[in-house]
């Protein structure tokens, strides 16, 4: 079974800069479409940005656009989202999810639409 980890969460200040990583070791990811969601208190799950499974498609929500990139090496099996300027409004439980190969990134991303999800990390962003 597909196992999803993520790494890299933490605390920041408004402005800074994080980067998450999704790995799972042992798999080839390149089957997979891999999307970011996060989820704060009291708030919907939000798809932040998907990736396709060769890398060349992405998908942000208007929320991020132009401050995240997502990313995907998949000789290393892991996917990345490199978050720039952040906000407060950022800080939530983010998770990593793997879905169909078939699936296009804003399927995923708008419905959450996946087949195996990670345990999440926490970003708090905060002065």
């Known amino acids: 079974q597909l196992q999803l980890v993520e790494s890299g969460g933490g605390l920041v200040q408004p402005g800074g800069s994080l980067r998450l990583s999704c790995a799972a070791p042992?798999?080839?990811?390149?089957?997979?479409?891999i999307g970011w969601f996060r989820q704060a208190p009291g708030k919907e799950r939000e798809g932040v940005s998907c990736i396709s499974s060769g890398g060349l498609s992405t998908y942000y929500a208007d929320s991020v656009k132009g401050r995240f990139t997502v990313s995907r090496d998949n000789a290393k099996s892991a996917v990345y989202l490199q978050m720039n300027s952040l906000k407060p409004e950022d800080t939530a439980i983010y998770y990593c999810?793997?879905?169909?190969?078939?699936?296009?990134?804003?399927?995923?991303?708008?419905?959450?639409?996946?087949?195996?999800w990670g345990q999440g990390t926490q970003v708090t962003v905060s002065s």
């Open positions: 999810a793997a879905g169909p190969r078939i699936g296009t990134v804003q399927r995923m991303c708008l419905m959450g639409v996946a087949d195996y």
């Open positions: 042992g798999f080839a990811l390149d089957y997979y479409v």
